[in-house]
């Protein structure tokens, strides 16, 4: 049994009662522009993590990436809007049944405002004039989560957490909270991913400290022979940088290599802290040539078959597609494809297993997109 077999989004960001049926280990989410589908990851995403308002601030802040919002803008959209005439916001309800034993979540959106941290006394003593009511307000919100656990056949449990955020953690030294207990690994690769040297280096050294290194030494040399082996390494002391030693090359930095390379290693590296958990990707294909498509989704494919882990990822591409169904059995209920609904025509949200997206791409040559 799969983490996840069904999903059920019932109330977040602009869904209304999605329901993904007989989930499959790679599950591609393909549909027009805004149909919504990097939204789904976001939720698969907080479900995983429900408790875990890490987890809350680092899914919010992929969107500040492209949109100039701040954090608390950010967490409140996720947050169904009641009506388009007042800005309040309705709870998000999302169910899911699988070997995960977290069977419902739900969450409310509460703003909150503070004033900036209390000043020191000879601060005060130097501004006794100072009008409190022109200071300016820190805006926070508190989340409270409710999520209902599945623990035996016959033994259900119901758990509440509630947690403040602030656009100013540090400066409010407030403690945010991180629930491990009744989690699923989870890691979302975005379009820009491999641009972030600092994931990289975090992801790096995960996969040594736990003895992952060699694997994805092993996995990487499968899109590129000629590496030798992966180095931490620093010029000054204090920025450190990964490095590939490279049969034809050298020793050279990763960023030197082409971005095919870049995102493949991505990929691997994040597998490195997945095992029996959940992978997202944002847009399959970028960053990766055609050509290398069929080898890299093949590599992909069998790492979440060997380290026991689901995926979901987006996709706006028909190479990408076929290339992922190139490395699954015809008769296999391992690959699945959600097409969602127009946004502006509406219709249904359609599901493609293995067997029939083969006949519809091979044997009809229909684009399922």
Known sequence: ??????????????????????????????????????????????????????????????????????????????????????????????????????????????????????????????????????????????????????????????????????ENDDKLNRTRKRTLEHTLPVATIMPYSHQIKRVQMRQMTHAKTTGFAEQVLHLIQQIDSGIENLEILSNDGK?????????QIGLAPVNMFGEGLQRSLALVLSLSGMQNGVLLIDELEAGLHTSVLQPVFGLLVKACRDYNVQLFATTHSLEALDAILANVPEDSDEI????????????QLKRFDGDLLHHLRYERGLDVR
């Open 1 to 166: 049994m799969y983490h996840l077999t069904h999903l059920n989004i019932h109330q977040f960001r602009g869904f209304r009662h999605f329901h993904f049926e007989n989930l499959g280990r790679v599950n591609l989410l393909v549909g027009m522009n805004n149909a919504g589908k990097t939204s789904v990851l976001e939720a698969l995403s907080l479900y995983c993590r429900s408790f875990d308002s890490m987890e809350w601030v680092a899914t919010a802040s992929r969107r500040r990436m492209r949109q100039p919002l701040s954090l608390i803008e950010s967490l409140k959209w996720f947050f169904p809007q009641k009506s388009q005439k007042e800005d309040t916001r309705g709870e998000i309800q999302i169910e899911a049944q699988g070997h995960f034993e977290v069977r419902e979540i739900r969450a409310t959106f509460e703003e909150l405002s503070a004033n900036p941290p209390t000043m020191t006394l000879a601060t005060i003593e130097s501004e006794m004039d100072f009008d409190q009511d022109n200071e300016e307000l820190i805006a926070g919100a508190e989340i409270k989560v409710l999520r209902q656990l599945q623990l035996s056949e016959n033994s259900s449990h119901q758990q509440e957490e509630n947690f403040e955020l602030w």
């Open 239 to 247: 920025r450190f940088s990964l490095y590939f030693q490279h049969r």
């Open 336 to 347: 699945v494809v959600y097409r969602l609904p127009n946004p502006i025509k509406g219709g």
